[in-house]
């Protein structure tokens, strides 16, 4: 077990702002990262012109459309689009409790990584809290499969993913990404890699009001001769493609509401396969089991896990 994942629940030392475009709207959006205190959660709160409020926690429950992007609600004139990178830093980097405060439709897309999410929290700092975190452990396989594509949570001694992509373009191809996710491998491996799309969609996605705010400033763009346009080329040799896909899953199976304790592997997945995965194993409870730290055994560096009563903290079923 990684001890980098054991201990006590987190919240950050001050507000931060980051602001930016929407991807989808092209507007001007703002989120203010705020803390919490032990077992609120990761809280989206969407501000209105008119001053009313739409709330959202960050868990399974409250998934709606997942097209495009993972948007938390199910009405778009409350909803809120484009949470996994934000989800995926708070994931990684071990952030348990917030209040997200959004001033627009969606998150601001940035440079379409994490990286700007993550420089923001080390600006202000993590802080641990007096509660212990609690995890999901995955104690038996679970699969989802739709046409080629599948996905599956499996019994592992850690956080890891193994995601693979296979696309029907030569600059892309099959390219696979396996690691046990650490904060550390996060900000080094996966952080920095960017959202992408094909030049011959782009048309079509503003034609329905998609892909209003995408630029070359927050998306890798792949011509119609398979080169890719941006003038910086890619930041991870040929496999910063696999390697977003995999920060999507992280910011995805973010919406357990507590970190997970197995193996998720996945083949042609997306925003739809992860939430599929996701939802069936909640949804099986013989599939998983609620565990905290029980403290140190007495050999140094092993830790205990101890299961707690599920229906007591169940975040994702909220």
């Not at 989808?24 to 803390?35: D, E, F």
């Not at 599956?152 to 696979?176: K, N």
């Not at 970190?259 to 739809?272: A, D, E, W």
Request: charged share 20%; proline share 4%.
């Amino acid at each position: 077990m990684h001890m980098t994942m054991l201990g006590f629940q987190t919240t950050i030392a001050a507000p931060v702002t980051i602001s930016g475009t929407g991807v989808h709207s092209g507007a001007a959006v703002s989120i203010t990262l705020n803390p919490s205190e032990a077992d609120s959660g990761i809280l989206f709160q969407r501000l209105h012109d008119d001053g009313t409020v739409s709330e959202y926690r960050a868990v399974s429950s409250q998934v709606g459309n997942t097209d495009l992007c993972t948007v938390l609600g199910f009405s778009a004139a409350t909803s809120i689009a484009t949470v996994e990178h934000v989800m995926a830093a708070l994931y990684a980097l071990g952030l348990d409790n917030l209040l997200v405060e959004v001033h627009g439709s969606e998150m601001p897309i940035m440079d379409g990584s994490s990286a700007p999410f993550i420089d923001a929290i080390d600006q202000v700092g993590i802080v641990p809290l007096s509660v212990k975190r609690r995890y999901i452990r995955v104690i038996k396989p679970v699969r989802v499969d739709a046409g080629a594509s599948w996905a599956e949570f499996s019994p592992y001694d850690g956080m890891r993913f193994e995601v693979e992509i296979d696309f029907d373009c030569p600059l892309i191809g099959r390219q696979a990404w396996k690691g046990d996710m650490t904060p550390s491998t996060f900000r080094n491996e996966l952080s920095r890699a960017r959202t992408f799309g094909f030049m011959r969609d782009v048309e079509r996605l503003w034609a329905s009001g998609h892909a209003l705010g995408s630029s070359l400033e927050n998306s890798v763009v792949i011509s119609d001769d398979n080169t890719v346009i941006n003038v910086e080329g890619l930041r991870y040799a040929k496999d910063e493609f696999v390697r977003h896909k995999t920060l999507d899953a992280v910011g995805d199976l973010a919406l357990a509401g507590a970190p997970f304790i197995g193996r998720y592997r996945s083949y042609r997945g997306g925003h739809k396969m992860n939430a599929y995965a996701l939802k069936a194993l909640l949804s099986d409870p013989t599939a998983y089991e609620v565990v905290e730290d029980a403290g140190s055994r007495s050999r140094p560096g092993q830790r205990e896990l101890v299961a707690v009563n599920a229906p007591e903290f169940a975040p994702w079923a909220l």
